[in-house]
């Protein structure tokens, strides 16, 4: 006898569907019973008790995985040892840009600097490990959020107005969802003094083996140390350093 199904049923038959919607990306209660086997009445029972629980979200008939699996995921990337993951992707930013450099990730409705190497500038920006960062008006948040089904978006940011930083801050989620389209096209996000004045930051993405964002890596620095004419330059560098990190992950 199989020990573990007849002690887990429910587990196994939630796993089931849960696998089953992250394939698809969505699904209706049609496509879900029809798929992954379960009667109708137990179909319709975990549909139910799972969307309570959060770890299903129900949209125009359409069932998607909760924003919970989110939110566990990055707790789970902070306990994996991503800081060690990202020391020589960092250490190579660091040293082709000589500016700060960041490791950061989602943690609730924020990002979260995970590791940082300091600048080898004499003039630095004031950043630290542990710091949490907006997700709108900031490059890592950014590169956070271009990659999340957009209903993931809105959960995060449940107001079309956003709070400004700087003058420069976008304000708009209409605005901000135009911006995280440009993100997703080049690869990478730009922080035009929009967090804190007189800063300016580039993120880019680091992918797991499911070519899904875990985290981001990012340089930051005065207005001056990265002049308009260097920008492409330097962004190329982040998608290196980012890709670096990317590499190694999907060979764990």
Known sequence: MDMIATKTPAID??????????GKGSATYSEIHQNVGLPQS???????????????????????LGLIFYELGNKAIQDFDFRELAEESLVFLRDQTRLACH?????????????????QNAIIVRSWTGKR????????????????????????LPTEHLPAFTARTITTRKALKAELEVVRLQGWAFDNQEDVDDV??????????????????????????MPEEKIPEYANAVMKAAGMMSEKLCGI
Do not use: M
């Not at 490791?103 to 600048?119: C, H, M, Q, R, W």
């Not at 907006?134 to 209903?151: F, I, M, N, R």
């Open 13 to 22: 038959k939630a796993a089931r569907i849960f696998h089953f919607i992250a």
């Open 133 to 156: 960062l907006s997700l709108h008006s900031s490059s890592l948040g950014k590169v956070l959020l271009a990659w999340l089904p957009e209903d993931h978006i809105d959960a995060l």
């Open 103 to 119: 490791l950061g990730v989602l943690d609730g409705s924020t990002g979260i600097y995970l590791a940082k190497k300091e600048s």
């Open 42 to 64: 137990t179909t319709s029972a975990l549909l139910a008790s799972l969307t309570t629980h959060a770890f299903l979200r129900q949209k125009n008939g359409r069932y998607y």
């Open 200 to 225: 300016t930051c580039i993120a880019a993405p680091v992918f797991n083996s499911d070519q899904a964002v875990v985290a981001a890596i990012s340089i930051s620095g005065v207005r001056f140390q």
